[in-house]
């Protein structure tokens, strides 16, 4: 304050009024930007770190009005009208400060997904990150000193850069729409676009696992049901081998063939029979009887057991009769 207005005259009722008027509006502007800037810090429009720097502003320009009260009109609307050009450039600068750091929030999680759906490689990846992270040490270096015109800069120069290291133009202009957004919103997008991915990727792993469990079912029922044919065969092959024998020997042979563990052995033979004699004559697959049966449905129930003998099976079965008597006279003790 100059030395004149030390001894100007007393001021008029007009001055005081007017001096009262502009202090209140002085106050009402402080007020009200700080409960506007803590609305949009929760709201994500605003910074935190503009925040701080409107809120050194505000807590300075109004502790300057308490310890001044014999101010002039022509001081105090000097001081308001400064107090309103920084915190509107402040603000101005906040946006694009806003943008950059959405922008990078878009970029991490776009990345992050790409690389877990196969679209990046490890290398383009770790390139990305560390371009991200180079960006994010310039941002903190920067964030009270940096002009609009900076973080526009800073902007184009991160874009040019993951532009060279094969990020697709539709990416970035889908980064750069985004990024316009509250950071609130940006996240919300994000995280609902996180969760969207995460259940078409459990989709498509549930969808694998059945058709997993749906393949191994398959695989062990086809195991088991050959396992069973194989059994069926070996059993059907040791009862038509020894079809010059009575009905009962088929029958202990044929369950004897149905044994899992002794049905490689039982194929491997037959298919020593039929090197070493010939094609094996199957007659039945439990040949046991030679009686027909007499209805139509008894005919398919004893079909796997009814044959028709040929001279073969009658030659055979000859020829163990033949060998009962020397086998009887052996067991007898001399």
């Not at 505000?58 to 001044?68: F, G, H, M, P, Q």
């Not at 697709?168 to 995280?191: I, N, Y």
Request: charged letters at 25%.
């Amino acid at each position: 304050m100059s030395l004149v207005r030390l001894f100007k005259e007393k001021k008029t009722p007009e001055e005081i009024q007017q001096i009262r008027q502009i202090r209140q509006a002085y106050f009402s502007y402080i007020t009200a930007a700080t409960a506007n800037i803590i609305n949009a810090v929760k709201a994500n429009t605003l910074t935190p770190e503009t925040s701080s720097q409107i809120s050194t502003l505000l807590t300075k320009d109004k502790t300057w009005l308490d310890s001044n009260p014999d101010l002039d009109a022509g001081d105090i609307t000097t001081r308001y009208d400064s107090l309103i050009n920084a915190v509107q450039n402040l603000i101005l600068t906040d946006k694009p400060k806003i943008e950059f750091r959405n922008t990078i929030l878009i970029y991490r999680a776009l990345f992050t997904n790409q690389k877990q759906s196969g679209q990046l490689t490890q290398e383009q990846f770790d390139n990305f990150d560390r371009e991200l992270k180079a960006e994010d040490e310039w941002y903190k270096k920067n964030i009270f000193t940096a002009t609009e015109l900076d973080f526009i800069n800073e902007t184009q120069k991160m874009n040019d850069t993951l532009k060279e290291g094969g990020i697709k133009a539709k990416d970035l202009a889908t980064a750069k729409e985004d990024s316009k957004k509250p950071t609130e919103e940006v996240k919300k997008q994000l995280t609902e676009k996180e969760l969207e991915e995460k259940k078409q990727q459990e989709l498509t792993m549930n969808v694998q696992k059945g058709a997993s469990i749906i393949g191994w079912t398959a695989l062990k029922v086809f195991l088991w049901l050959l396992l069973v044919v194989l059994c069926i065969l070996s059993g059907s092959f040791l009862a038509n081998l020894s079809i010059g024998r009575p009905p009962a020997y088929r029958i202990l042979y044929f369950f004897y063939g149905l044994l899992p563990h002794l049905m490689p052995f039982v194929l491997l033979y037959t298919m020593y029979n039929r090197i070493t004699k010939g094609p094996v004559s199957m007659y039945a697959i439990l040949p046991v009887s030679i009686e027909p049966a007499t209805t139509r449905f008894g005919k398919y129930l004893w079909y796997p057991f009814y044959y028709v003998p040929d001279q073969d099976s009658v030659n055979l079965y000859t020829e163990f009769q033949k060998s009962l008597p020397a086998m009887v006279v052996s067991a007898i003790p001399t």
